[in-house]
């Protein structure tokens, strides 16, 4: 059997640019919107016909030469939303965040208090662009069952925080998504983790590729290289032949383009092998006959060939 159809959103979490060591720049810098969005990211994506969805945090909507470039960016794309639960209030625990390094999971608040923090960053993103964003995920991964009632309550369709066959911990406890499934699905109401009923919000996991004895091979540049990521999109579409459509979901940060803003690149040399290595893949997945999608329309197409 073969699928009648195979998509690829490419979810990115747009940020502040970072230190080497994963600490918030310090003085705040936004290297990697202002200048990596319009002259490094969108004319790759341009390209290759491809879509990118960014997700966008608070310090990035607070900025204003941030919200200019993103209002003004230039190719089809889609702005979501992604949060850093102790950026924004109630219980805001930073005023100032350069050199600030946060581990903290959002759904390790009270159910409350983690909707508010949402309806917020919901609220901030209405102000400065005007409509409702649609797709969502959680700084460093950390969803639960909380997430998905409090984001259908806020009008999202789409969350892609769970990454298939990792555990995440920090200091209150751990999110494990070692058995999570791997292709999009109606989160269980009791068990994100698990197929539920049909609702209004679809969980996109990021594309993984088991592999034993170790972490899983990701659809992300750097963390793999051209050869891995294919072989990420030759496991999906050969494990899920049987399914009418198979969505692939690819993910990175946007400080990865500026040298020495992450953890990766860390010069110009690199970075260009970065960017290569991203079109390297769009423009194979495009020769294999693999459509571009926003994330925010991966839910319509969800139904139409699931039912």
Not at 119 to 128: P, W
Request: charged fraction near 20%; aromatic fraction near 12%; glycine fraction near 6%.
């Amino acid at each position: 059997m073969t699928p009648e159809k195979v998509i690829l959103s490419i979810t990115i979490d747009t940020e502040c640019d970072h230190s080497p060591s994963w600490a918030r720049s310090n003085p705040l810098t936004f290297h990697s919107i202002t200048q990596g969005i319009g002259s490094y990211l969108q004319p790759v994506f341009n390209q290759a016909s491809a879509i990118p969805t960014y997700l966008l945090t608070v310090e990035v909507m607070e900025n204003p030469a941030c919200v200019a470039t993103l209002q003004a960016i230039d190719g089809i794309h889609e702005l979501g939303t992604h949060l850093h639960a102790a950026f924004i209030q109630p219980e805001k625990k930073y005023a100032d965040y350069a050199g600030v390094e946060c581990s903290e999971f959002q759904c390790f608040y009270p159910p409350d208090i983690e909707r508010q923090k949402l309806q917020r960053l919901t609220q901030l993103f209405v102000e400065q662009f005007g409509y409702q964003p649609r797709s969502f995920r959680a700084g460093r991964f950390g969803a639960g069952n909380n997430t998905f009632r409090s984001l259908e309550a806020l009008g999202y369709t789409v969350d892609c925080s769970v990454t298939p066959h990792l555990l995440w911990k920090e200091p209150r406890g751990q999110v494990d998504y070692r058995h999570a499934l791997e292709q999009p699905y109606y989160p269980h109401d009791q068990n994100f983790l698990t197929q539920g009923e049909k609702r209004p919000l679809l969980e996109v996991p990021v594309s993984m590729k088991k592999r034993y004895m170790r972490g899983p091979q990701w659809f992300r540049p750097w963390f793999s290289s051209v050869s891995q990521m294919q072989k990420v999109v030759n496991y999906h579409l050969k494990h899920y032949a049987h399914q009418p459509l198979i969505v692939l979901n690819m993910m990175f940060h946007s400080m990865e383009v500026i040298p020495q803003a992450s953890p990766y690149p860390q010069n110009q040399k690199e970075v260009h092998q970065f960017l290569d290595d991203l079109s390297d893949i769009l423009h194979g997945c495009r020769q294999q006959g693999i459509e571009f999608c926003k994330a925010c329309d991966i839910p319509r197409l969800y139904q139409k060939y699931n039912g």
